[in-house]
């Protein structure tokens, strides 16, 4: 046995210090092909609203504690997106590829973001 202040994760051979804060890594979820077809492979499609998506999807957390703004938070990135592919085109050059840094709790790049801008002129 253990001593009183650590604690066993069930179903594991797993034993922690109480209170150990732990942090689920949004990464580690989406690379891992039990939740995903081909996880490599970007595919926005997944998300398109015909289609299941798996609860191992979980970028505002969840339970009783999940975020509050989860609909603000993607209002709020559906227009910013939307403001800025309206004037802009916007890509990625080949050497200037991000890759994903797989130690981040968050979904981050490991080698920064660089993009080009061209502003998109209208004809009136
Ligand atoms: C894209 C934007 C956002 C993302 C990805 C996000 C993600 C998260 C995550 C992962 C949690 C923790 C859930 C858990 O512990 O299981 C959380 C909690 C929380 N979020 Fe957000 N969030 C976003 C925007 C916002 C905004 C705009 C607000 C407020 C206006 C907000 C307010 C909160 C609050 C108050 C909690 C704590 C809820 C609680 O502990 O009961 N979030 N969020």
Redesign the pocket.
Known sequence: MWPETFAHIPNTDIIIEKGTPIYISLYGLGVDSRFWDEPEIYNPDRFAESNHITDAYI?????P?????MK??QL??KIVLALLLRDYEIWQTKDNESFLNPRSTFTAARNGIYLQFRKIVQMT
């Open positions: 970028p505002f957390g969840i339970g504690r999940m975020c509050i703004a603000v938070g709020h990135a």
